[in-house]
């Protein structure tokens, strides 16, 4: 069990324009989902950190009003990135909590975006 | 604010044991966490330590002392398919469980 998915695996998207990521826990109720950005031979950064119901809290350095983040129930959290830029371009991974006291975090395959 | 330290690449002999140390320096501690990624592919969870001490899990073993900031990771009889990053991440958070990640260790098993 603890199975979450992301889609898509991979887009390539025009600058200027807007791209959704969804991320879902199949079999499990997700309290809390995190995303994060990786860059090509960096580690994971927390970009925010969403709870079902309420809105997304926000790591320093991310724009709210860039990348936003939709928390609706407790299997689906979408990010959209709008306007992208060629700097979006990066490799983005949700994970998902049971509950906001559970430590592990099930992490997703991941999106690469690709904005040209 | 958190400062996770980790070598940034290691390479080891097939069959041969391998230990990758990672540093920490946060505000708050929660627990560690160590992480495998395959290149291209989102992090898979190996271990948490919370307490001092170590933890073993089949080939992977972690290591925790909170008072030295210090864990690491032991991975043995090293298989071709272990070659991967290694991730350090440290909780310090109350409530949720928010993760802060080390640059990772990109470990190459050689035959």
């Known amino acids: 069990g603890a199975v979450v998915s992301q889609h898509p695996s991979w887009v390539i998207c025009k600058s200027g324009t807007s791209v959704k990521i969804e991320c879902r826990s199949l079999?499990?109720?997700?309290?809390?989902m995190f995303w994060y950005r990786q860059f090509p031979k960096q580690s994971l950064m927390l970009m925010a950190t969403?709870?079902?119901?309420?809105?997304?809290?926000?790591e320093q350095g991310v724009e709210k009003d860039k990348f936003l983040i939709n928390h609706a129930s407790l299997t689906l959290s979408t990010l959209t990135v709008t306007s992208a830029h060629p700097e979006d371009s990066s490799f983005y991974i949700c994970?998902?909590?049971?509950?906001?006291?559970?430590?592990?975090?099930?992490f997703g395959p991941g999106t690469r975006l690709t904005v040209t | 604010g958190q400062n996770i330290d980790q070598p940034t690449e290691m390479t080891a002999t097939e069959g041969a044991i391998v230990q990758i140390n990672c540093t920490y320096q946060?505000?708050?501690?929660?627990?560690l966490f160590w992480y495998q990624q395959h290149a291209g592919e989102a992090p898979t969870f190996l271990s948490y330590?919370?307490?001092?001490g170590l933890e073993e899990k089949g080939r992977f073993s972690s290591f925790l002392s909170r008072s030295k900031g210090y864990s690491y990771l032991l991975l043995k009889e090293l298989q071709m398919k272990d070659s991967a990053s290694y991730l350090c991440?440290?909780?310090?958070?109350?409530?949720?469980?928010?993760?802060?990640f080390g640059k990772g260790t990109k470990l190459s098993v050689i035959p």
């Open positions: 969403s709870n079902e119901g309420s809105k997304a809290t926000y």
């Open positions: 946060t505000s708050g501690f929660n627990g």
């Open positions: 079999d499990f109720q997700a309290t809390t």
């Open positions: 991440a440290v909780t310090s958070g109350a409530g949720s469980y928010q993760l802060t």
């Open positions: 330590n919370v307490l001092d």
């Open positions: 994970s998902a909590s049971r509950d906001r006291r559970s430590y592990e975090q099930y």
